[in-house]
């Protein structure tokens, strides 16, 4: 049998075919030539930061570049979202957002000088944590219903410690002050340091305090968990009821946290970045790590970011407008 003539338009089509292919490989492994900043908006140490540490780690050993942690610790991480929100979409600046500065921030600050839903893409949600509702053990209540009872015939607003004004531990109280009928004032403090100082020493009644954090405290002997707002019982504070339990099942806010990139990101790069961060997030080593900082962790797909996104921005959009809150 005579083989196929071989004429130019065929020679031309092989070209493009190998052209087409080389392009594809190139599109897979061309997202991670170069560094990557990946920017977090809380100080070294802090949960947040262990979380961006551990799977920045890992990441950077999957796709072999180098990947910075860059803090830019401020307002509740909104100076680290406007940072990436204003940065080129090339892949080399990533964000660690959180719940307060990408949900939280549009509706309790007009004056906003970044747009989430505009400026940023949202990559991947990688963990969560749930809160507890603390008091000190000075204080008489023993359980919920003892704190309701006293915030309710208490003159006064009750005193409510929080991390700063926005930032989920505030709404979070407000919410729960609306579904158990009692009154609040929200004590702002700088520094998540200066907060917990002033939980223990009995400065104002209570707060919402994440469970990896309050966990030192309580085992400690000084702080009281009184509920969680997680919808089953920790396993890191088993004894404690969850908000569910004791009647308040609209009291289920947690604090999340994604990875976003630029918007303008090219729709390749941002689903090569998600397949690398949900593979570390898979890892053993990385969810063992941020299991025991007391993380419940995920991994979702570029589709259930953006759900997760618009739902949660409407849902506390609608607990700013309930509370009054506007931040000049």
Do not use: C
Not at 47 to 68: F, M, N, S, Y
Not at 84 to 91: L, M, W
Not at 229 to 258: C, H, N
């Amino acid at each position: 049998m005579p083989l196929p003539k071989i004429t130019r338009r065929h020679s031309l089509a092989a070209a493009s075919a190998l052209l087409l292919t080389s392009t594809l490989g190139q599109a897979q492994t061309a997202p991670f030539d170069r560094a990557i900043k990946l920017v977090v908006g809380f100080p070294p140490g802090t949960a947040p930061d262990v979380v961006a540490r551990t799977v920045g780690q890992k990441l950077g050993e999957q796709i072999k570049q180098p990947l910075a942690v860059d803090n830019r610790a401020g307002a509740g991480g909104q100076i680290a979202a406007q940072a990436v929100a204003k940065s080129a979409p090339d892949g080399a600046t990533l964000l660690l957002g959180e719940v307060g500065s990408i949900a939280i921030a549009p509706a309790a600050y007009p004056k906003l000088p970044y747009d989430p839903t505009r400026e940023l893409m949202g990559i991947s949600e990688i963990v969560r944590a749930d809160f507890v509702l603390v008091v000190p053990t000075s204080a008489p209540q023993r359980n919920l219903a003892e704190f309701v009872t006293a915030a309710r015939a208490r003159k006064d607003r009750s005193n409510i410690a929080t991390f700063g004004a926005g930032t989920p531990g505030h709404f979070g109280a407000e919410l729960f002050a609306d579904q158990a009928g009692f009154k609040i004032e929200p004590v702002h403090y700088r520094a998540t340091g200066d907060a917990v100082t002033a939980i223990i020493a009995g400065d104002v009644q209570g707060a919402f305090v994440s469970t990896a954090m309050a966990l030192a405290q309580v085992k400690g002997g000084k702080l009281r968990a009184l509920a969680t707002t997680a919808p089953q019982r920790s396993p890191l504070l088993p004894e404690v009821p969850t908000m569910i339990e004791a009647g308040y099942p609209k009291v289920d806010f947690s604090a999340w946290f994604a990875f976003f990139l630029p918007a303008g990101t090219a729709p390749a790069l941002a689903d090569a970045f998600n397949r690398q961060i949900v593979a570390a997030m898979q890892s053993p080593d990385v969810r063992q790590k941020l299991q025991d900082a007391g993380f419940s962790v995920l991994g979702s797909s570029r589709a259930d970011t953006e759900r997760l996104l618009k739902s949660e921005a409407l849902r506390w959009a609608a607990v700013v407008k309930a509370t009054g809150f506007k931040a000049e």
